[in-house]
T-cell receptor, first 116, second 115 residues
Framework: DQQVKQNSPSLSVQEGRISILNCDYT??????FLWYKKYPAEGPTFLIS?????DKNEDGRFTVFLNKSAKHLSLHIVPSQPGDSAVYFC???????????????FGKGTHLIIQP | EAGVAQSPRYKIIEKRQSVAFWCNPI?????LYWYQQILGQGPKLLIQ????????DSQLPKDRFSAERLKGVDSTLKIQPAKLEDSAVYLC?????????????FGEGSRLTVL
């Protein structure tokens, strides 16, 4: 039972254009969402996150949008650069009111390829 | 600041043999995680420690996998006996307790091949 789904295994985008990566989740307890980026032979690195109390979070070229009613989030990268070529994982968690969180539940990842 | 250290980076064993992986988290990080990433899949949580106590090990196959975090710092993950389906990258991650909501810092991983 996949609680976090990334339905596109790969995505090819031209350099300079917008990359949009999508993620859906099924567990209503999730209230914190993150995107991680992974290069080959390296561990995932944190990219951007969003709390369920927000619908948008922006950090430079990266913006994450959350639609709670649809249980859907997306990562927008604009403009896309060659160094953005990597696997992107969507992840979700439930935060405790007193601090701390459950371990992250990850999707299968989307391999983003930026074409020159 | 030193990142999460893991060793060995690569290990090849035959089925039914045993293997152990070591992790040293970022200094001061109270929470430590072990994830298993099978090729083509996302990382799957095996076990979560808070200091030296287990918070969640619901997805750890306890008949063959064990993990400990003595003294609340380093951690080891052991597989005995290994099966073919255990071939994967084992990722260790750490985070501040209650800290920047959910952000985990990952090591480079230990790639296990079971023949």
């Amino acid at each position: 039972d996949q609680q976090v789904k990334q339905n596109s295994p790969s995505l090819s985008v031209q350099e300079g254009r917008i990359s949009i990566l999508n993620c859906d989740y099924t567990n209503s307890m999730f209230d914190y969402f993150l995107w991680y980026k992974k290069y080959p032979a390296e561990g995932p690195t944190f990219l951007i996150s969003i709390s369920s109390i927000k619908d948008k979070n922006e950090d430079g070229r990266f913006t994450v949008f959350l639609n709670k009613s649809a249980k859907h989030l997306s990562l927008h990268i604009v403009p896309s650069q060659p160094g953005d070529s990597a696997v992107y994982f969507c992840a979700a968690s439930h935060m405790y009111s007193g601090g701390g969180a459950d371990g992250l539940t990850f999707g299968k990842g989307t391999h983003l390829i930026i074409q020159p | 600041e030193a990142g999460v250290a893991q060793s060995p980076r690569y290990k090849i064993i035959e089925k039914r043999q045993s293997v152990a992986f070591w992790c040293n988290p970022i200094s001061g990080h109270a929470t430590l995680y072990w994830y298993q990433q099978i090729l083509g899949q996302g990382p799957k949580l095996l076990i979560q420690f808070q200091n030296n106590g287990v918070v969640d090990d619901s997805q750890l196959p306890k008949d063959r996998f064990s993990a400990e975090r003595l003294k609340g710092v380093d951690s080891t993950l052991k597989i005995q006996p290994a099966k073919l389906e255990d071939s994967a990258v084992y990722l260790c991650a750490s985070s501040l307790a209650g800290g920047q909501a959910g952000e985990l810092f990952f090591g480079e991983g230990s790639r296990l091949t079971v023949l």
